[in-house]
T-cell receptor, first 113, second 112 residues
Framework: GAVVSQHPSWVICKSGTSVKIECRSL??????MFWYRQFPKQSLMLMAT?????????EQGVEKDKFLINHASLTLSTLTVTSAHPEDSSFYIC?????????FGPGTRLTVL | QKEVEQDPGPLSVPEGAIVSLNCTYS??????FMWYRQYSRKGPELLMY????GNKEDGRFTAQVDKSSKYISLFIRDSQPSDSATYLC????????????FGKGTKLSVIP
């Protein structure tokens, strides 16, 4: 089946620093990837839709200058959390679409101190 | 009213029981309905995928969609301890839109 990987799986950073999270489709090409955020005991909330070769589409309330998304190739999308603050601590999950289904990465747990 | 409602549980059942998980929704545009399983600190894993109303069976899992009632269900037969996880329903309008709207997830524990 389709496999999506994320790196890193867990990151701790100081407040004010930037963190980059990678999402890769390992055995298929994905023109569209999605970035979600999940707080404890909450559902996945879509942050943005990442389209290869074009700008990402952000959901209402998500700051595009704070959450930078780059989808430079058909197998890689990156999410950079800029000037991270403790309230950005969350579980970030990407997904990639393949033949109508979405396959999710294992997630990245971000803790901002 | 939220677009997708799902009882978060937790739900505890003995091994071998039949489990029923449900979601209701308000957006009549939803056409595609999915169930995901998520283990702790992991990404969701697609379990079942259904288009429009009807039933779909895959091994011990059965998904049902009743669009007239805006109600979907996932049944797990002969539940196993390895089924212990959080189950998320998700849906999308399809027709070119692949954005998923998720329920909160129901945490299931199957007790040996």
């Amino acid at each position: 089946g389709a496999v999506v990987s994320q790196h890193p799986s867990w990151v701790i950073c100081k407040s004010g620093t930037s963190v980059k999270i990678e999402c890769r489709s390992l055995d298929f090409q994905a023109t569209t990837m999605f970035w979600y955020r999940q707080f404890p005991k909450q559902s996945l909330m879509l942050m943005a839709t990442s389209n290869e070769g074009s700008k990402a589409t952000y959901e209402q309330g998500v700051e595009k200058d704070k959450f930078l998304i780059n989808h430079a190739s058909l197998t890689l999308s990156t999410l950079t959390v800029t000037s991270a603050h403790p309230e950005d601590s969350s579980f970030y999950i990407c997904s990639a679409r393949e033949q109508g289904n979405q396959y999710f990465g294992p997630g990245t747990r971000l803790t901002v101190l | 009213q939220k677009e997708v409602e799902q009882d978060p549980g937790p739900l505890s059942v003995p091994e071998g029981a039949i489990v029923s998980l449900n979601c209701t929704y308000s957006n009549s545009a939803f056409q595609y309905f999915m169930w995901y399983r998520q283990y702790s600190r992991k990404g969701p894993e697609l379990l079942m995928y259904t288009y429009s109303s009807g039933n779909k069976e895959d091994g011990r899992f059965t998904a049902q969609v009743d669009k007239s009632s805006k109600y979907i269900s996932l049944f797990i037969r002969d539940s196993q301890p390895s089924d212990s996880a959080t189950y998320l329903c998700a849906m999308s309008p399809g027709a070119g839109s692949y954005q998923l709207t998720f329920g909160k997830g129901t945490k299931l524990s199957v007790i040996p």
